[in-house]
């Protein structure tokens, strides 16, 4: 008698394998965009700009569209010279045989994932989401960090709701000095 397959088992499908594969490459993508926001505002005192960012994730997103496309080259070059081979392998890049299906089916994934990289490069919306993501997560790494220096006697900082009500406070307060000053002063 057979068991019956664990659902987890199954091969996964090719555009499931490339939407994971787009799913990393995003994600590193957002980090490294994390990273230059954070070095640029806090070491080189740079203000944002849109379109400087935007021009690096097209910069990032084509650099790693030509490491897919020279993965697949390799991956090319190595089914062509185990096709025909049976000996048994000897290390992990010793493929074989009946490693070929696999190796072209790699290969397929990292063509696929390099024009999917190239089409979101394309994509001003989705560039734009992924910069304002990270620009968030850079902001908030930031903030994190300035909150969890010690401060000697001090208050804690305000956060959220309390800390847009206090500045509301503030702004108000400034308005009514700067009404007061006008009152005061004498008309030369």
Do not use: C
Not at 32 to 49: P, Q, S, W
Not at 127 to 135: K, N, P, V
Not at 145 to 161: I, K, M
């Amino acid at each position: 008698m057979a068991l019956p397959r664990s659902r987890f088992r199954r091969r996964p499908l090719f555009a499931e394998l490339v939407a994971d594969a787009m799913l990393v490459a995003r994600a590193g993508v957002r980090q490294r965009v994390k990273n230059v926001v954070i070095m640029r505002t806090l070491r080189d005192g740079a203000d944002f700009d849109l379109a400087w960012y935007t021009e690096a994730v097209r910069t990032e997103l084509e650099t790693l569209a030509r490491e897919n496309e020279l993965a697949a080259e390799q991956l090319g070059r190595d089914a062509r010279f185990a096709q025909g081979r049976h000996q048994r392998a000897l290390t992990a890049r010793d493929y074989v045989d009946r490693d070929v299906p696999k190796l072209r089916r790699r290969r397929r994934v990292h063509l696929a994932l390099a024009a999917r990289l190239r089409a979101f490069a394309d994509d001003e919306l989705a560039i734009q989401a992924l910069i304002d993501d990270a620009r968030m997560l850079a902001l908030d790494e930031i903030a994190s960090a300035a909150a969890a220096v010690p401060r000697p006697r001090g208050t804690r900082p305000l956060t959220g709701a309390a800390r847009r009500i206090a500045l509301a406070d503030l702004l108000e307060d400034l308005d009514e000095l700067a009404r007061e000053r006008r009152d005061t002063r004498p008309d030369a």
